[in-house]
């Protein structure tokens, strides 16, 4: 089994900052691509970056130039550098891996999520 523990969500005025952090454990041979997803109840799940393990990244258009995504492969662990927030940031962040397993099984996995509110 493999598990994402996310930290570094909380309480943000507009024009701040935060940084988001998924650490995965378990039972991994490789993790390929690595990804920050919110999701507001009643929306639909949006990706907002995603880093692929030589670095490679993409972003939603509307954090780009605000939010870098990176990526500590050593630590099996990636990063959301959120800059310059907006209200509408507010809502739950999850991390998400793509997981070769020692088995050679591959699968996706989700953190816990984490709240990130944006007051104006």
């Known amino acids: 089994q493999v598990q994402l523990v996310e930290s570094g969500g909380g309480l943000v005025q507009a024009g701040g900052s935060l940084r988001l952090s998924c650490a995965a454990s378990?039972?991994?041979?490789?993790?390929?691509?690595m990804g920050w997803y919110r999701h507001t109840p009643g929306k639909r799940r949006e990706l907002v970056a995603a880093i692929t393990s030589d670095g490679s990244a993409n972003y939603a258009d509307s954090v780009k130039g605000r939010f870098t995504i990176s990526r500590d492969n050593a630590k099996n662990a990636v990063y959301l550098q959120m800059n310059s927030l907006k209200p509408e940031d507010t809502t739950v962040y999850y991390c998400?891996?793509?997981?070769?397993?020692?088995?050679?099984?591959?699968?996706?996995?989700w953190g816990q999520g984490t709240q990130v509110t944006v007051s104006s």
């Open positions: 378990g039972r991994i041979f490789r993790i390929d691509s």
């Open positions: 998400n891996a793509d997981v070769l397993g020692v088995t050679l099984t591959r699968s996706y996995y």
